[in-house]
């Protein structure tokens, strides 16, 4: 119903930075938050970022001041701008859409793209 593709994953040096990608598409009626999360080798999947539908934005506290979140909702995307990357914050990382489609226009579900891997070497 709802398909979300992520890019802009990569190798990076410590202190470079990245820019990730997230569209959503297919048969959405809305959406509301939309997040990254990562999962590094042999950790949960955790919260980096997230930004709601007017806004407003939440940060794990290991990206605050180095992450920014923001959207397009006309285009029904969503980036992560990574500045001073740091080698613990290579992990793939997830991009998460909370959206109701065109199917069920009352039903909030949420949605996982197929992640992207940054490295960052130090």
């Known amino acids: 119903q709802v398909q979300l593709v992520e890019s802009g994953g990569g190798l990076v040096q410590a202190g470079g930075s990245l820019r990730l990608s997230c569209v959503a598409s297919?048969?959405?009626?809305?959406?509301?938050?939309m997040s990254w999360y990562r999962q590094a080798p042999g950790q949960q999947r955790a919260l980096v970022a997230a930004?709601?539908?007017?806004?407003?934005?939440n940060y794990a506290d290991s990206v605050k001041g180095r992450f920014t979140i923001f959207r397009t909702n006309a285009k029904n995307t969503a980036y992560l701008q990574m500045n001073s990357l740091k080698p613990e914050d290579t992990a793939v990382y997830y991009c998460n859409v909370r959206a109701t489609s065109t199917v069920d226009m009352f039903r909030e579900m949420g949605y996982w793209g197929q992640g992207t891997l940054v490295t960052v070497s130090s």
């Open positions: 930004i709601t539908t007017g806004g407003s934005t």
């Open positions: 297919g048969s959405i009626f809305s959406i509301s938050t």
